[in-house]
Antibody, heavy 117, light 105 residues
Framework: EVQLLESGGGLVQPGGSLRLSCTVSGLTFSDHAMSWVRQAPGKGLEWVSTLSVGTYYADSVQGRFIISRDNSKSTLHLQMNSLRGEDTGLYFC?????????????WGPGTLVTVSS | EIVLTQSPATLSLSPGERATLSCRASHDVHGYIAWYQQRPGQAPRLLIWDASNRATGIPAKFSGSWSGTDFTLTISSLEPEDFAVYYCQQRSDWPLTFGGGTKVE
């Protein structure tokens, strides 16, 4: 069974930084592209970033967020800098179907990020 | 950016009824649409990929179809656990985008 578990969320002031992590088990981590998707409170889903054969970011986070992975630890990271109130939300990591991308096959339960003074 | 417009925003139905959800893409997405179900307090779950293929473990009551830039998710007979929010998503081009969702209540 594939399992994903995010961590690292919390309360941070505007302009601050936070590093999210997602540990994955039940599959060969290095064989799959990975993504972050977020959901503002009471709102819909918003794609944030994907790490596959390339690295992709939503315009809203480009230049502020950095996605990375440690295949030896089956872990995905999201370094979030210069945080804004509109970054508040539940952050999901998602495993994609192949190394080059595909669909969001499996999701973690999410970690909550709150940006507020 | 490819915009996905889902309709209706809310669908009010009873158990046993048929649900038909729509997703319209602003540009040709070549059939690269997926549907996800999100129950309250849970992560989304992949239901349908490439417009009409059921994901592993998804029951046959869920089906997807498409014509041009119009995509449809059909739930043949609603059960209590099907009352949730449904999102479509495209992977034809970056940025990846989701529709605004349809709540089935």
């Amino acid at each position: 069974e594939v399992q994903l578990l995010e961590s690292g969320g919390g309360l941070v002031q505007p302009g601050g930084s936070l590093r999210l992590s997602c540990t994955v088990s039940g599959l060969t981590f290095s064989d799959h592209a990975m993504s972050w998707v977020r959901q503002a409170p009471g709102k819909g889903l918003e794609w944030v970033s994907t790490l596959s054969v390339g690295t992709y970011y939503a315009d809203s986070v480009q230049g502020r967020f950095i996605i990375s992975r440690d295949n030896s630890k089956s872990t995905l990271h999201l370094q979030m800098n210069s945080l804004r109130g509109e970054d508040t939300g539940l952050y999901f990591c998602a495993q994609m179907g192949s190394a080059w991308g595909g669909w969001f096959n499996n999701w973690g339960p999410g970690t909550l990020v709150t940006v507020s003074s | 950016e490819i915009v996905l417009t889902q309709s209706p925003a809310t669908l009010s139905l009873s158990p046993g009824e048929r649900a038909t959800l729509s997703c319209r893409a602003s540009h040709d997405v070549h059939g690269y649409i997926a549907w996800y179900q999100q129950r309250p307090g849970q992560a989304p779950r992949l239901l349908i990929w490439d417009a009409s293929n059921r994901a592993t473990g998804i029951p046959a009551k869920f089906s997807g179809s498409w014509s041009g830039t119009d995509f449809t998710l059909t739930i043949s007979s609603l059960e209590p656990e099907d009352f949730a929010v449904y999102y479509c998503q495209q992977r034809s081009d970056w940025p990846l985008t989701f529709g605004g969702g349809t709540k089935v209540e």
